[in-house]
C-alpha cells in the first residue's frame, strides 16, 4: 500500500478493532491474510519474540483467570498488523502524515517524534543481529549471564544517539516546527481496503448475534 | 589454507553484491566507498550471512575471528577483565596490549569509543585463528592509534586477515588489494603491482603512479619511501 495515510488509517482502525473483541480479531485477521504481503511482515526475529511473550501471557491468563484464548487471538492480530506497520513503513512518512493530518504548526513535531522513534528501532534491530554474531562468535548462548552488559551497551549506545541527534538539531537551529509538504499518491483498491477497515472496525462493536442479523 | 567465493550473489532490498575470488594467506585489503557492501562482505567472509547464490569454501580454516565497526557490539562483560576473559584471553598482557593495564576491574560503560575499540582490537589480534576479519578497524581511533594497529597487523605472521576499510592514509602493508565497486568485488591483484591498478587510491599514491613511480606498499612508510624516491 502507497498512501501511508490509508495505511496508517487501516492498522489503527483494525488495531482497535482486534482489541475490543474476539469477532473484530478474526475480521482483522482476514484483512491481514487479503490485502498485505502476509509473510513478507512476520520474517523477522523479533516477531519470534514478541509471539512467544504473548503466549506465555495467555497461558498464564488462561490458567489463572481465563479469557487466555480471546488474548492470545486478539494480541496475535495485534502483532501481525504491527508487523505489517512497521515493514511496509518507510522513512519520512509518520512525518508527512501528521503534517497533513495537523498542520504545519501542530503536525511538524509529532511527525519529528514518530520519526526518531522509528529510527530507533530500526537502530535496535540492527543493533541485535550485530550482537548476536558477537555472541555466537565467543560462543555465548543468548541468556542471564550475557543480559546485564549486552542491555547495557544497547541502552547505552540509544543514549549515545539520542544525544548525538540532539547536538545535530541544535546545530540545525532547530526549535520547534517546520516546513514540509508531503505529497501522497493513492490507488483506487488502497481506498476501497480502507473502507473495508472502516467496516470492520464497525462490526467489532457489534455483538456477534447481531452480525449474522445484519447479514440476514 | 584458503576462503574462496564461487559465483557469490548477496542481495537486500535494492543492495546487491558479487563476489568472486580466493583469499590466500596473508593481508587483504578489501577498499570501497561508504555504503558500497565492505560490510556485507566481512558478514559474508566470516559466514554469519549466507550467499543468495553462490558459496564460500573455507578451506583449512578451522577458526575465524570477525572485527565489526562498532566495538560495543562485541560486549558482553561488565568489567573490562570480564570482557578480556570473554576471548579466552589472558587478563594482564591484552590489558596491557590495550594500553589499559590499570583499568581491568573498572565499568566496560565508563571507556570512551576510542578506549573500547583499543580493547577490542587488542582482544581480537590476540585470538588465535586462521581466518581474521576486520571491518573499519580504524574508526574511532587517532593517526598514532592507527599507526600502533597497523603496526601490529604487520606483525602477524600466520593466517589470513581481510581488511575492510575506505580508510586509505593510515593502512599497514598488505600482500593484496581489492575493491568494491559497483556492487562487485574485483581483484587488483598482489602488491605493489596491484597499487597502481588500485583506482581508490588516496591522492598521493595516485600522482606518483601518475608520475611512473609504484610505492612498494599502501603504509605511510612505504608511500613516504616513494616520495623520497621523487627527491633523488
Known amino acids: 500500500m502507497q498512501d501511508p495515510r490509508i495505511r496508517i488509517f487501516v492498522v489503527i482502525a483494525l488495531s482497535i478493532a482486534a482489541f475490543v473483541s474476539v469477532t473484530g480479531a478474526v475480521l482483522a485477521f482476514l484483512y491481514w491474510l487479503v490485502f498485505t504481503p502476509r509473510f513478507r511482515c512476520i520474517q523477522r526475529p523479533a516477531a519470534v519474540s514478541f509471539f512467544i511473550m504473548i503466549v506465555i501471557v495467555a497461558l498464564v491468563t488462561q490458567i489463572s483467570t481465563g479469557g487466555g484464548l480471546s488474548y492470545f487471538i486478539r494480541l496475535t492480530v495485534i502483532l501481525l498488523l504491527a508487523l505489517y506497520a512497521y515493514t511496509e513503513y518507510h522513512s519520512g512518512e509518520f512525518l508527512a502524515v501528521t503534517v497533513w493530518l495537523f498542520g504545519r504548526n501542530y503536525g511538524f513535531d509529532p511527525g519529528i517524534i514518530a520519526e526518531m522513534s522509528m529510527q530507533s528501532l530500526g537502530d535496535l534491530e540492527n543493533d541485535f543481529a550485530h550482537i548476536r554474531v558477537a555472541l555466537s562468535q565467543k560462543g555465548i548462548r543468548p541468556g542471564v549471564r550475557a543480559f546485564i552488559p549486552v542491555a547495557g551497551m544497547v541502552v547505552l549506545n540509544q543514549v549515545r544517539r539520542a544525544r548525538d541527534q540532539a547536538d545535530l538539531l541544535t546545530v540545525r537551529g532547530y526549535t520547534k516546527g517546520g516546513r514540509f509538504c508531503p505529497r501522497f499518491t493513492s490507488k483506487p483498491m488502497e481506498l476501497f481496503s480502507g473502507i473495508i477497515a472502516i467496516l470492520i472496525l464497525f462490526l467489532a462493536f457489534l455483538p456477534v448475534r447481531d452480525i449474522f442479523i445484519l447479514l440476514q | ?232
Open chain 2, 1 to 232: 589454507m584458503q576462503l574462496v567465493f564461487s559465483n557469490v550473489g548477496y542481495s537486500r532490498g535494492t543492495f546487491s553484491l558479487q563476489a568472486d575470488g580466493a583469499f590466500t594467506r596473508g593481508t587483504h585489503l578489501v577498499s570501497g566507498n561508504v555504503g558500497s557492501g565492505k560490510s556485507t562482505f566481512a558478514l559474508l567472509s566470516s559466514g554469519y550471512i549466507k550467499p543468495v547464490t553462490g558459496n564460500v569454501n573455507r578451506d583449512r580454516i578451522r577458526r575465524t575471528v570477525l572485527s565489526m565497526q562498532f566495538p560495543e557490539y562485541h560486549v558482553t562483560g561488565i568489567t573490562l577483565d570480564d570482557e578480556v576473559r570473554s576471548w579466552g584471553l589472558g587478563i594482564p598482557v591484552t590489558l596491557d596490549a590495550a594500553r589499559l593495564g590499570d583499568r581491568g576491574s573498572d565499568d566496560i560503560a565508563s571507556l570512551s569509543r576510542g578506549e573500547l575499540k583499543r580493547l577490542h582490537l587488542a582482544c581480537v589480534l590476540s585470538v588465535d585463528c586462521e581466518l581474521l576479519v576486520l571491518d573499519e578497524p580504524f574508526s574511532a581511533l587517532d593517526c598514532n592509534e592507527k599507526k600502533i594497529i597497523s603496526e601490529k597487523i604487520n606483525a602477524r605472521k600466520h593466517g589470513i586477515v581481510i581488511i575492510c576499510t575506505h580508510e586509505n592514509l593510515w593502512l599497514p602493508d598488505v600482500d593484496y588489494i581489492w575493491e568494491i565497486r559497483g556492487g562487485r568485488l574485483v581483484s587488483r591483484g598482489l602488491v605493489p603491482e596491484a597499487v597502481s591498478r588500485w583506482e581508490m587510491a588516496p591522492k598521493v599514491i595516485r600522482d606518483l603512479t601518475g608520475r611512473g613511480i609504484v610505492p612498494g606498499n599502501v603504509s605511510p612508510r612505504a608511500i613516504m619511501e616513494a616520495l623520497c624516491r621523487t627527491r633523488e
